[in-house]
């Protein structure tokens, strides 16, 4: 009896000295940091994505598996900005482990190396759901993706210094065939610059930032709030006054509103995938961007 | 005398937290000095930081032959996760305000009220009052104290102008492998309903059983210890001890701890839209002198007291389905609780008067199921049902003929139920207006009483994150 509760304890001490050697556990909350943790990681990381294309980040519940994943994560690799703040703080004081605790190195937010916009002048609730730090949804500029990779591999490096120079090589690889793809995306996108489009929520600001699209109308009357009836009627008047060329939605979105409005104002909705694995052919970083750009060319030429 | 020097330490204390109430007005240009050099300070990090990144950007990504002295991982900024981001002093604490109340319209008289066959709880329980109520309202402050401890406090603000502490606990950020602890006072971690605060719950009140056994929920000044399990199925274990102070145990007159709590949880996902979490917990308290109010065969009021073992197993169960990925689009929750007491001591009549005490024990359970379906953005609409069942219990006074069974008519067996349904509407994530509609038979009268329940929950501040 004894023996066997020694070796049970045994298997448990070299249960838990073991990851030490193995792949890093990295717990992405997006799909999109999921694809950059993999393409920066390589073999060395073993990623597990929180959410899915078709959630909206902000609003999922802190789910037992999502706990059970945040106990054995070497690594959060979240957002931040409060982006997440519904649900990670939950995971992680749930998860009883000290190694992602905010401050650590096992916490990573992707906000915490970019400039954000919309950054709001005074914080009030009566404007919706705002983000005191900024808009959070970031990953639509492949800019910020390339900022992101490099502090992720400085990130990984340092949890697992025996790998750094692998992490760096890879992410010099990466690098160089994501400044490649943001030349050709940026030289295929010229014909949508100054394009006049309307937006779900503010979760598309980035994206038409790069691409230099003119956001002239959200559909959310403020961040987080569904649009009232009142509200879509006063959009059409607006709208047909000056229509846009295309409503863009998420792959996450409800779009009847879009659609309703789409009948209405005569402009083409477009349903854009907005994180990896939104659409069949978003299905990695390259995918997403690749996919997004082809479905809002094919409206906007 | 102590109260004139708590009084003067408290002001000095607000003096110095809050600067502006204190000074006069011609401090109010040197302060406004302060603010504007803070400011040009923050500018001046705002700027340093924003080169840092342009100098990152067009570093060359070759040559990083140099090892990796890991630049420190961006300062302050990584704070988030928690509240604090930009609405205050950096080092405040996360605040929030929860602040509820209802319109009742209750057929039976509300004074009345009870739950046939059970021993009367302590607590808020009952459906409340007529007409306009303001309900609790709830101030919660959090913050993590340094690396290794994070504490948060929760007081409850009555209607009736009372204070009360609903919990105010420590909890460790830095045990290893998978444990975490907690110590102060907080609702204990059994079952699910328990340890939800009410401006979350989603019904008005909380179901019977969670009212007969706990008078709403069990919480004690004490201690917990959880150990959550390093597997991909979500494996949680904990026990827990303090002085008893909650129903139905008390505290006891001798030193040490009043029995223990055990629980268990384990959750996971089936497919993506469902996800599921289950649990068991067994309690094992004593209680001293626990005293009720009641009447006695000729309705005249007295006090009886019960002291003895009391043992309750909790089984819970919940399952939510979210078949569109979004919960504010479409999804089901369905939840459902178990619990059976067994409690065996000495039952005192009438403490002050005949003060006669004979055994007594009793077993009684309770459950109830529920589903809550969001159907539309905005819109929840939920559907209850409660059960109780009082057993017979054994009278040591009534069997050995000293006093009539009418003398205890808070025990006579009943099997108590009702049936709720509830609407709400939740304009955004920080406010909630709610119908709810109950054929509350409690009493087990046969007469069910209704009672319609108009309730607004509004939350500000901190924006809050909640468990599963």
Known sequence: MFSFIRSGVALLILAAALPAHAALKVLATTADWGALATEIGGDQVNVYVATSALQDVHRVDAKPSLVARARTADLVFATGAELEIGWLPVLIQESGNSRIQPGSPGYFEATSVLTLLEKPEHFDRALGDIHPQGNPHVQLDPHNIARVAKALTERLSQLDGAHAQYFQQREKDFDTRWQAAIQRWEGEAAPLKGKPVVVMHRDQTYLCQWLGLNQVAAIEPKPGMPPTAGYLGQLVTKLTASPPRVIMVNAYNDPKAANWLSDRVHAPTVVLPFSVGGSKEAKDLFGLFDDTLNKLLAVLK | MMSCKALAALLALAGMTTPLLGHAADDVASLRAELQALKDDYHKRVDALEQRISTLENAPVGGLAEATPAPEPAPA?????????????????????????????????????????????????????????????????????????????????????????????????????????????????????????????????????????????????????????????????????????????????????????????????????????????????????????????????????????????????????????????????????????????LLTFDTAGSNLTDDYSSTQSGWYVQGVYQFLPRWRAGLRYDSLDSGTPHIGLVESGELPLSAFPLLLPANPDRISIMLDWNPSEFSRLRAQFDWDDARDSGDRDQAFRLQYIYGIGAHGAHKF
């Open chain 2, 77 to 345: 900024m990584a704070s988030a996760g928690g509240g604090g981001g930009g609405t205050g002093t950096a080092f405040n604490p996360a605040i929030s305000l929860i602040l509820t109340g209802n319109y009742a319209h209750i057929d039976q008289d509300p004074a009345t009220w009870r739950i046939g066959g059970f021993l009367p709880p302590e607590g808020e329980v009952g459906p409340g009052e007529r007409s306009f109520n303001l309900g609790e309202s709830e101030l919660t402050l959090s913050s993590n104290v340094d690396p290794y401890f994070s504490a948060q406090m929760t007081a409850a603000l009555s209607a009736e102008n009372e204070v009360e502490v609903e919990e105010a606990f420590f909890r460790t950020l830095a045990l290893p492998e998978g444990f975490t602890a907690k110590g102060g006072r907080f609702f204990s971690g059994f079952g699910y309903l328990n340890e939800v605060h009410s401006h979350a719950w989603d019904f008005a009140d909380q179901p019977l059983v969670y009212q007969a056994f706990f008078g709403n929920q069990f919480k004690q000044d004490g201690v917990q210890v959880k150990w959550l399990a390093p597997t991909d199925l979500f494996i949680e274990l904990g026990a827990e001890t303090g002085n008893g102070s909650g129903f139905p145990a008390t505290r006891l007159s001798k030193n040490g701890l009043n029995g223990a709590t055990l629980f268990a949880h384990v959750g996971g996902d089936y497919g993506d839209a469902t996800s599921w979490r289950a649990g068991a917990a067994y309690l094992d308290q004593r209680a001293e002198d626990r005293s009720f109010e009641t009447v006695d065969e000729f309705d005249l009021p007295l006090t009886n007291a019960f002291t003895g073992k009391s043992r309750t197993w909790v089984v819970d169960g919940v399952l939510k389905w979210t078949p569109v990925g979004d919960p504010n689009r479409r999804q089901l929750k369905l939840q459902g609780e178990y619990m059976q007491r067994r409690e065996s001591g």
